[in-house]
């Protein structure tokens, strides 16, 4: 499992890593790694991210 | 560059809060390494650049136009319906400051001081003996390094992974924090040139608010922050509100995207372990009420430099000696975060209407004061008076049920 970044919208913010209660996200120097064995699809890191970058079982933050 | 190998202090994450505590380190005598996993200290920025008087103050850095761009001296509150509140006091005085020339002086200075600083390093692990930190494991040009400390500082930011190595629980519960995101614009007209914009309302902002914070020369910030729980993205909120206000942006473009999240809780519960502590929002040491984290992980950087300081020299790195850095914490900013916490809280409870019947009868200095923690009794007394359905709200917010 693992949640699914889109590199085109994410801005690197951080915000996904620091909800995640499984530590499966990294913020990287220019990018954002899921590690898909500490991912359990569970859906948190979606609502947080600011532009909604963040896919996971078909749901995704809604922009204008 | 090759740095050695073992250091009294080890601080990872060069923003406001690591470069500070490293400043106080070196200048304690204690050798002292900042890592930072970016290739620049500073950008890109996650934050609105607003910085009252005290924390500049605090910061050490005389407030010139490198970095404190714009003076402000008070706020504009803009409430639902579009009223307008003055406040302006000593306490609201400040900055808009250019942070990324901000975090690079603090970086300067704290090199000044005599700290060492590797970029394009990031933090992968932590080196343990038994359950004590002794060190990081880093990856710094694509090689995996060990660097041993005596203590180890995690400055390392709301996504902090360092204080979960050590095993501290910090993972931030989504109703306690805003998802953010900012333009950076020019051509932006302002109400007042020397005020912060803040504008309210559940379709504008749910719990949070949009700000203006002006730069100077017709360049600001437009942010805002929303509930984290929400689906809704904040940039679409953003966009929804500069939509609202075409006329106003008709000749204003943005020159930054910054994006973040903003911790708006109670710090976490325990941010010490056996050699290590952890300051400012890898912490959660934020302002609840607007968010503001710059001033607070810059003096938790002085407690913990004090407390690395005693730790050192008595060569006991333990839970004991390092508590004493939370305790003093707690003492200093953690009582006053308690309460604007609860103003947070009462605040996010309120319809569009309450709020109006505040922002009409609620003196704007007591405003001021629920910022710093102060005044909700008045607000709530106001309230009740003036809004027979608001007295059975207020009641079940005083009874915490
Ligand atoms: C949209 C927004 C607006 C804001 N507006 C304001 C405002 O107007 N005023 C205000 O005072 N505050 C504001 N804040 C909050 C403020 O930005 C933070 O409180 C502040 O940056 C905290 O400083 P820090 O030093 O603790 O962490 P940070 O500034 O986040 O620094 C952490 C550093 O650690 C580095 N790092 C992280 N992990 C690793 C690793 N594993 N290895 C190596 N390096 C690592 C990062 O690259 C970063 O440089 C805002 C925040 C947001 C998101
Ligand atoms: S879906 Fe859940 S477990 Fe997976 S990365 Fe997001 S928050 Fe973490
Ligand atoms: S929260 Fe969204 S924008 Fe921020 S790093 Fe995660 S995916 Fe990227």
Known sequence: MAAKIDKELCCYCG?????????????????????????????????????????????RGENK | MNYQKEWDVIIVGAGPGGSKCARACAEKGMSTLVIDRKQQVGPPKRCG?????????????????????????GAILISPTGKKVVVANSKTTGYVIERSQFEKLLAEKAIEAGAKYMLKTQATGLLKDGDTV????????????????????????????????????????????????????????????????????????PRGYVWVFPKGDGVANVGIGVMGSDITTAKYYLDKWIDAHADRFKNASMTEINAGVIPVTAPVKKFYANGIMVIGDAARMVNPIHGGGMGATMEAGLMAADTAKEAVDAGDVSEAMLKKYQDKWQEVRGKEFAKILQVRKFFEKLTDKQMEIIAEAVDPQIMIDLGHGQGLGTVIKTLVAKSPDAAKFAMSFLTGE
């Open chain 1, 15 to 59: 915000g996904c890593a620091s909800v995640c209660p499984f530590s499966a996200l990294e913020l990287k120097g220019t990018y954002v790694k899921c590690d898909p064995e500490k991912c359990v699809d569970c859906g948190i890191c979606v609502k947080i991210c600011p532009v909604g970058a963040i896919e996971v079982k078909g749901q």
């Open chain 2, 49 to 73: 650049e607003g910085l009252s008087k005290r924390w500049v103050e605090l910061s050490g850095i005389e407030p010139t136009p490198r970095w404190a761009v714009q003076y402000i001296d």
């Open chain 2, 134 to 205: 002794t060190g990081v494991k880093v990856l710094c040009d694509g090689k995996e390094k060990e660097y041993k400390a005596k203590i180890v500082i995690a400055a390392d930011g709301v996504d902090s992974l360092v204080a979960r190595y050590a095993g501290l629980q910090t993972t931030l519960p989504l109703t306690e924090c805003d998802s953010g995101y900012q333009y950076e614009m020019a051509g932006v007209p302002l109400l007042d040139q020397q005020k912060m914009e803040l504008y309210f309302g559940k379709d504008v902002a």
